[in-house]
């Protein structure tokens, strides 16, 4: 059972599942972002996708490849931080908790469930902050977009906003 896996072992298999299931899920998250984004734009600058089948086409077919994974460094990170957080905390909380709360009692997994639910969210939000920057850029007159990566955007948020402007 998973109780039994030692901690590096849960941490490999988060690191793989969370990096390969984002890899897979970057385009439908890059449109998603997209697609909530056009709305704030100005109408002269919306891209005015139809749908979110519509927008990964266009994604590829007007960008290539890497307008179909953009962000998809982000994502990943993001979904490795989320796997991380959730799956080698879990055990270790119901352990944890078991003296208060019994060792295989409803009460010890939903609470449990709960704080590994917040801890998966807490490490995640700086990379999901990024990801959506990252996304939602567009480039300026002359071609340059804000951000050159996740590093840049890092460096830049931080000093423009402060390290809690990764929790907004």
Do not use: H
């Amino acid at each position: 059972t998973a109780a039994d896996l030692d901690f590096k072992t849960k941490l490999g298999c988060s690191i793989c599942a969370g990096g390969l299931g984002a890899l897979i899920g970057t385009p439908a998250d890059a449109a998603l972002v997209r697609m909530q984004a056009d709305s704030t734009l100005p109408l002269a600058e919306r891209r005015g996708y139809k749908n979110g089948l519509d927008a990964m086409f266009r994604m590829a077919t007007e960008e290539g490849i890497a307008g179909f994974f953009s962000g998809a460094t982000p994502t990943i990170l993001r979904g490795l931080a989320i796997n991380i957080g959730m799956l080698t905390t879990y055990t270790s909380y119901k352990k944890a908790m078991a003296p208060y709360l019994g060792a295989d009692t409803q009460s010890n997994r939903f609470f449990c469930g709960a704080l590994s639910g917040w801890t998966a969210a807490t490490a995640s939000l700086p990379f999901d902050f990024i990801k959506t920057r990252l996304q939602k850029q567009k480039p300026d007159s002359k071609g340059v977009l804000p951000y050159a990566g996740v590093a840049d955007c890092f460096a830049k948020t931080l000093a423009a906003e402060g390290p809690l402007a990764f929790y907004k």
